[in-house]
């Protein structure tokens, strides 16, 4: 069914605001996991503790300009969902600056996954981006050893769609694949060796590839980040170049956090960088002080 959209009155053309929606999926996707098919399990959620907290800057990159984009920030909890023991993974990004003159963009996205037999059971967003606001609902159930996922997307006026996606039973969300990279054993990979994925974004699920290229290196300001580099295509009609769409450097110890991220866009590229983090489980000894 073709989807309409509400008109809204905002500064940006529509061209514009299709850039900065990609923009929008490029942060999220800073935040999401690598090598899920690598695991022996759906989910191994043992790396991180309850009470975590993490805080990202973002900026746009364009030649020699690189102001300011905004901030993103992620929490993890323990509770419970409809009477089942799960962890809620929540996440807020903020833009600022000349940004968000220019399109100003509000998310949150959350998920619930359960602890025994770790899989995801609810994954949401609520986006406020360019004026427009929306909504996804995504809740998961397991039959056969397939993901039936029913999606529902819808505006403050109506629901613009509502589907069923039917994927692998570990198909992952955004938020649920990020647990996927702090997780992963460094040992079992070597470089060059290819990763396929299904992340499930809004009602579409979405086929993306890892290739992991090794250590490196990552300086920010007197410090200094020894990383695993992970270059990603995005096969998407987001990005006008799936090939090496993304890289992203995890911070090599036990934590496994995303320590920088960079996207291509059209025009210039999207990176974020790590600035804090609370209550991790382990020591963040991938962290160099620089005398």
């Given at each position: 069914?073709?989807?309409?959209?509400?008109?809204?009155e905002v500064p940006a053309a529509a061209v514009r605001e299709c850039h900065f929606k990609r923009f929008s999926?490029?942060?999220?996707?800073?935040?999401?996991?690598?090598?899920?098919?690598?695991?022996?399990?759906?989910?191994?959620?043992?790396?991180?503790?309850k009470g975590e907290q993490m805080e990202y800057d973002l900026y746009f990159k364009w030649g020699l300009l690189?102001?300011?984009?905004?901030?993103?920030?992620?929490?993890?909890?323990?509770?419970?969902?409809?009477?089942?023991?799960?962890?809620?993974?929540?996440?807020?990004?903020?833009?600022?600056?000349?940004?968000?003159?220019?399109?100003?963009?509000?998310?949150?996205?959350?998920?619930?996954?359960?602890?025994?037999?770790?899989?995801?059971?609810?994954?949401?967003?609520?986006?406020?981006?360019?004026?427009?606001?929306?909504?996804?609902?995504?809740?998961?159930?397991?039959?056969?050893?397939?993901?039936?996922?029913?999606?529902?997307?819808?505006?403050?006026?109506?629901?613009?769609?509502?589907?069923?996606?039917?994927?692998?039973?570990?198909?992952?969300?955004?938020?649920?694949?990020?647990?996927?990279?702090?997780?992963?054993?460094?040992?079992?990979?070597?470089?060059?060796?290819?990763?396929?994925?299904?992340?499930?974004?809004?009602?579409?699920?979405?086929?993306?590839?890892?290739?992991?290229?090794?250590?490196?290196?990552?300086?920010?300001?007197?410090?200094?980040?020894?990383?695993?580099?992970?270059?990603?295509?995005?096969?998407?009609?987001?990005?006008?170049?799936?090939?090496?769409?993304?890289?992203?450097?995890?911070?090599?110890?036990?934590?496994?956090?995303?320590?920088?991220?960079?996207?291509?866009?059209?025009?210039?590229?999207?990176?974020?960088?790590?600035?804090?983090?609370?209550?991790?489980?382990?020591?963040?000894?991938?962290?160099?002080?620089?005398?």
């Amino acid at each position: 069914m073709k989807e309409d959209r509400q008109k809204v009155e905002v500064p940006a053309a529509a061209v514009r605001e299709c850039h900065f929606k990609r923009f929008s999926f490029v942060i999220l996707c800073c935040l999401v996991g690598w090598f899920a098919q690598a695991q022996k399990q759906c989910l191994d959620l043992n790396v991180f503790a309850k009470g975590e907290q993490m805080e990202y800057d973002l900026y746009f990159k364009w030649g020699l300009l690189m102001p300011k984009a905004g901030t993103a920030s992620m929490t993890i909890k323990d509770t419970n969902y409809k009477n089942t023991p799960a962890w809620h993974t929540f996440l807020l990004l903020n833009t600022s600056g000349m940004v968000d003159k220019v399109f100003s963009i509000r998310d949150t996205m959350q998920n619930f996954i359960s602890k025994e037999n770790p899989r995801l059971l609810y994954s949401g967003k609520r986006s406020y981006e360019g004026g427009y606001y929306e909504m996804d609902d995504l809740n998961y159930t397991y039959k056969d050893n397939k993901a039936h996922i029913h999606a529902v997307r819808k505006n403050l006026s109506r629901v613009r769609a509502d589907t069923v996606l039917v994927a692998g039973e570990c198909v992952l969300d955004l938020l649920g694949s990020f647990m996927f990279a702090r997780s992963f054993d460094w040992t079992n990979i070597e470089v060059g060796v290819q990763y396929p994925l299904e992340v499930g974004m809004g009602k579409s699920l979405i086929n993306v590839a890892y290739r992991y290229a090794g250590q490196r290196i990552i300086e920010r300001g007197n410090v200094k980040y020894r990383t695993r580099l992970i270059i990603i295509d995005i096969y998407d009609d987001a990005f006008t170049e799936s090939k090496e769409a993304m890289e992203l450097w995890i911070g090599d110890d036990d934590n496994h956090l995303p320590i920088k991220m960079r996207a291509k866009l059209k025009i210039g590229a999207m990176e974020a960088y790590y600035k804090s983090s609370k209550n991790l489980r382990y020591p963040l000894n991938c962290r160099v002080e620089i005398p």
